[in-house]
């Protein structure tokens, strides 16, 4: 999966995005977008420039962080689960890069927005997305999460590890004290080791710099799938 995240994400700048359509198409919640090969990653000056904001927060501007719903089309109890969660997603956090990868959700968001630099703690204006996107993940108690966190290659991999732990366990407790169930959630660091873009160029880092949430069916969903539900 990373792989293929880093291949769509790969090449897109702060100073524009690059979307691919390829179609329509009708979204389980009735809505109509276009289907898109590539996903786009961050742009318009989210971080740094102060263009847009994480998820469709209050300060949010158009092309903080855009993505499409994407990926392998899962029939059955997971698929149909799936593709509505993802289109709730992106109706309630517009800014937000989603991306669908087989029976899994990712939703990439910018640590430049979510946290001052080399700080582990959640901006206050960052919280309200954060509260909105577990709403959502509330809504949909069949899937497991978990927060992953990603830096640069700037300073030590000791100290890059340890920054990416904590900022993923800070963004978890957030969602957990929004009111999602805590066995629901995990956090797990990958300091500098996952990289997305160059670290040789600013634009690159700050693409690197990242907390992304998995979301993938739990057993019960799982079992539903296999019923032919």
Known sequence: MRKNLRNRIL???????????????????GTTEYKRTAIGALA?????AGAGALI??????????????????????????MDRQAAELKR?????AVERQGDKLYVALPSGILFDVDKDQ???EAKQSLTTAADVLIKYPDTYVTVEGHTDSTGSNEHNQSLS???????????????????????????????????????GRQLNRRVQLEIRPNEKLQAQQKQGG
């Open 122 to 124: 959640v901006r206050p």
């Open 11 to 29: 090449g897109a700048s702060l100073a524009a995005l690059l979307v691919l359509p390829a179609g329509c198409a009708t979204n389980p919640d």
């Open 44 to 48: 318009g000056g989210a971080v740094g």
């Open 56 to 81: 469709g927060g209050k300060r949010a501007g158009r092309g903080a962080l855009i993505g499409g719903v994407t990926g392998a089309v899962v029939g059955g109890a997971i698929g149909n689960y």
């Open 165 to 203: 732990e904590r900022r993923a366990m800070r963004v978890r407790d957030v969602l957990a004290d929004s009111g999602v169930p805590p066995q629901r959630l995990s956090a797990r660091g990958y300091g500098e080791t996952d990289p997305i873009s160059d670290n040789s160029t600013p634009e």
């Open 92 to 96: 309630r956090l517009p800014d937000a």
